[in-house]
């Protein structure tokens, strides 16, 4: 397993939408171990290809720690919970600030696994949080479009200071 380097924010590759996986090859599960290292020593609980550079649509998540890791390849949600949940949220690529976001409680997606096939789960309490997070950085929307303008702008300044 190798470590990638991580793309930092306003890199513009954090706005573009991914590309569907066609190929599910060893190339692809070597690319789901090295994030997964990536995101280990980041640290944080989920990534995404984006988050490397690499514009497909692949993200991994370990809530659990070791050997809870879960791979998802072009996520899919079809179904939201009308209730909403709030929880803090940051990203790998911006490390050192957070802020709460609001998204529905629950959903539902499909994916495909690592050898392609077709996958459907439903998701509520962090892990509904974590895939709304993640499936928004492959469809191109980082995480702080989800806040208020302000809040945007107070995080960026705040981001800026850090990178000082």
Known sequence: ????????????????????????DTRLATLAEDLAATMRAAPGIG?????????????VIELDGPGSLRVYINPVIDWFSPEMQR???GSVSMPGVTDEIERPARIRLNYRDLSGALQTEEADGLLAVCLQHEIDQLDGIFWIDRLSRLKRE????KYGKLRD
């Open 154 to 157: 107070r995080i960026v300044k």
């Open 47 to 59: 990534i995404t290809a984006a988050h490397v550079g690499i514009l497909e649509r692949l993200t």
């Open 87 to 89: 929880h803090t949220e």
């Open 1 to 24: 397993m190798a470590l990638l380097p991580i793309v930092r924010y306003p890199d513009p590759r954090l706005r573009q939408p991914c590309r569907l996986v066609d190929d599910f």
